[in-house]
Each structure stands twice: as C-alpha cells, then as structure tokens.
C-alpha cells in the first residue's frame, strides 16, 4: 500500500504542530513557530485563548449537539447578537466556509424562483476567486487545478474579469441572478476590490433586481479592520457568507440574508445535521464576547497599519524580490518577483515563521488578530532575515 492514510491531497510541510500558545506553534519535537497565517485567517484570538477554551470545555459538558428538529434556544441568542450588528435578517448556520456558499447560491436562486423567474439562475463570478472545494463552489471558479478531472461542472456560472465594472455590467443578461464576489480575494493574492467596482455591482443589482452575493469567509470578522470588509466599501450586500474567523478554529460557517433576499428559503429548502448545533453556537458566542469589545477593530487597524509601513519599507530595501504590499486591516500581501510558495517554505523551515502563499506570486500575511507590536517586531526580523538568506532555486 502506498497511499497514505491521509488521502494525498495536501503536500503537507514538515511542520507538524501538536501544541499552540498565543501567536505561536510548538511541533511534536519543540520547535516554535511564530505563526501570521492562523490556520489561514481561522485563529482569529490566536491559539488556546482561555475564553474560548472555557466556553467550548463548558458547553461540550452541558449540551454539545442535538438535531435541527428541536428549537435551538443556542442558535437564537447567537444569530440574534450577529444579526444586530450586520445588514443581515437572518442567517442559516453551516461547518464551513464552502457550505455557507452553497447555501448563499441557493438563496440567489431561490430568491428569482420565488418572484417567479426561475431562468435568473445565472451568477457572475470573477477571475481568481476561490469560494470553495464542493462541486458548486468550484464550479464558481475558472481555475484549472481545481476543476481539472471533476467535470461536469454546475452549470450558472460566468466568469468574468476581477474590478473590471464593465465587463461584470455587460455580462449581466436574461439569466443572471446576481453577483459572487469576495470584497478582498484570498486564495486570489490579497487583492481588494476597488471602491467604484463595489460600489458598481451594488448600482447595477438594484437597478435590475439582482442578487449582491459577498464571500466575506476569508476578509471578514475583523480582519480587514472593520467588523465585515465591505463595511469599508460603503454597501451593504443582499446575501453574505461567512465563516473562518467566525468560530476562531471551531469549525462554523454563515450564510447571512436580508428577509428580501432570503424569500424563498421557507421550510424545507435547506438543512444541515450539525449546522449550528450548542457546540458550535457557544464557540460562536466566545469569539464576539471579545471582538465586539471597545477598541478590538481600531487595534485591528492600528496594527494592521504598523505592519503595512514596515512591509512598505521592506518593498523600497529589497524592489529585486519585493514589488508591492498590499491590504487591509491584517489581511496583507506581499508580492515577490519569484514563487511565493519558495519563499514561504524558506521562511517556515529555516526562520520559524508561519506564512501562507496566494496566487499572483504573493506571500499572505494573516496573523491572528490578538497580536501586539512585538510580534509585528519579531515577524519583520524573521521576514527580513528570510528575505536576505533566499536564494531562487534556478540560482543555488
Ligand atoms: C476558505 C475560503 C472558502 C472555503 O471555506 P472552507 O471552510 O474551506 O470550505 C470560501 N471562500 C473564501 C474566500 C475562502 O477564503
């Protein structure tokens, strides 16, 4: 046999973390990790916080899960609390961000069915995104690496190009249901969505009815700086999906509606055996007890400030390797002139330092949203001294 019992779809690295404290990893043999990738911007209170720790310990002995069935005094109290401070009505809960999705794309739909336009199934989607690993979600994509060897695809979904407002204007026809689109993409390399294209889908939904569809599972929970990321942009979307951050390493995700939007999501249209269960709702709770505290999102800002100045001097000492900084909040992107996933794997492996690689040659930056000015120091040491050491492959 030489699969491994993990299936092999991961190249997973050598680090092999048994053990978290704060911003930093311990591996099964000690080794320390300062970690500014968070499980992929999921740790947002870093490892092992003690509110969340006690709450999760608490709930687990009281009541961890029962079925949808049952009325959910948990999933009210929680959904409550978020949907006070959000555009939203209603939210369904799920266990990742890829569900949240999927349940975002069947109320857009559903939401035409109901006003009885069932052929406005169509969402616009744009270049590089990621929304996910199910079938829907990768159907939302026009990545090769992830659709490659997994067709038939879903059908209803246009790709068209990234903060390009006319060319999402002028795909928009009989069909379209509405637009998908991550405020700042992820996976896609850091790259926020200008002003006038944000502003534009929303002119353009409410002047044809459709759908503003927002993928805040990555940019959104404080990270960008401000509660949701498109807070920023100055709109409000019709659906929204969230999750990563949400249950800061409990697996949870949301999918967020207006009561307009979600009109067609009447009983029986939708379910999950896990979503929202006591677990999950009590995690849920212990990650806004701290975020929604006074001044949580201005030290969000003000560290993700600090670090944005340092990355910009970091661009001006090394312009060969580094060709810009960009984001927002502690959602941040370096991009290089060589493969970011080197870089990241020299920075892991030889200075101790946690980092994710994105497309379009970018090294993310997603520390936990927790961090003080002296990780920001010990991250900008590591960071440059890895900057110095790298050699390209094709050069050593
Ligand atoms: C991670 C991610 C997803 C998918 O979330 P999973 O929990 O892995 O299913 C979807 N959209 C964006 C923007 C993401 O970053």
Redesign the pocket.
């Known amino acids: 046999m030489a699969i491994t019992p993990l299936m092999p779809v991961y190249p997973r690295c050598a680090v092999r973390p048994v053990r978290g404290e704060g911003c930093y990893l311990f591996g099964e043999q000690g080794e320390r990790y300062l970690d500014f990738a968070s499980g992929?911007?999921v740790n947002i209170l870093g490892h092992g916080h003690p509110h969340l720790v006690k709450a999760i310990q608490e709930q687990a002995a009281t009541l961890m899960h029962v079925s949808n069935m049952y009325g959910s005094p948990q999933g009210e109290a929680f959904a409550k609390r978020l949907l006070s401070h959000c555009f939203a009505d209603t939210v369904f809960f799920t266990n990742?961000?890829?569900?949240a999705?999927e349940c975002a794309i069947k109320t857009a739909r559903r939401f035409h069915y109901a006003n009885g336009n069932p052929e406005r199934f169509k969402l616009i989607t744009f270049s590089n995104a990621?929304?996910?690993?199910t079938m829907g979600?990768i159907s939302a994509t026009n990545q090769p690496k992830m659709v490659d060897g997994f067709k038939p695809l879903l059908p209803g979904f246009q790709v068209v190009e990234f903060n390009d407002l006319a060319a999402a204007e002028a795909a928009v026809d009989d069909q379209t249901a509405g637009f998908l689109v991550?405020p700042i993409q992820?996976?896609g390399g850091i790259r926020p969505a200008t002003d006038e294209f944000m502003k534009g889908l929303r002119r353009i939904c409410d002047e044809k009815g459709l759908m503003l569809v927002l993928?805040e599972?990555?940019c959104g929970y404080g990270r960008s700086g401000t509660f949701f990321a498109h807070e920023q942009y100055g709109i409000k979307p019709d659906i929204m999906?969230v999750?990563?951050g949400i249950g800061g390493g409990f697996p949870l995700?949301a999918c967020l509606a207006t009561e307009h939007a979600a009109k067609g999501m009447v009983f029986g249209t939708h379910g999950s055996t896990y979503g929202g269960n006591p677990l999950a709702m009590a995690a849920g709770q212990s990650i806004l007890d701290i975020i929604l505290e006074d001044g949580f999102f201005d030290h969000v800002q003000k560290m993700g400030n600090i670090l944005a100045e340092k990355l910009e001097t970091i661009v001006k000492k090394y312009p060969e390797l580094c060709l810009e900084a960009r984001g927002r909040g502690l959602i941040r992107g370096l991009k290089l002139s060589v493969p970011s996933r080197d870089v990241v794997a020299h920075l892991r492996d030889n200075h101790g330092l946690l980092t994710v690689a994105a497309a379009d040659n970018v090294i993310r930056i997603l520390p936990p949203l927790v961090i003080e000015e002296k990780h920001i120091d010990e991250f900008m040491e590591k960071l440059e001294a890895g900057l110095k050491s790298y050699v390209p492959a094709q050069a050593a």
């Not at 990742?96 to 569900?99: I, K, L, N, T």
């Not at 990621?130 to 690993?133: A, T």
């Open positions: 992929i911007a990742s961000g890829a569900e999705i990621f929304h996910g690993r979600t991550e992820g996976e993928d599972v990555q999906a999750a990563k995700g």
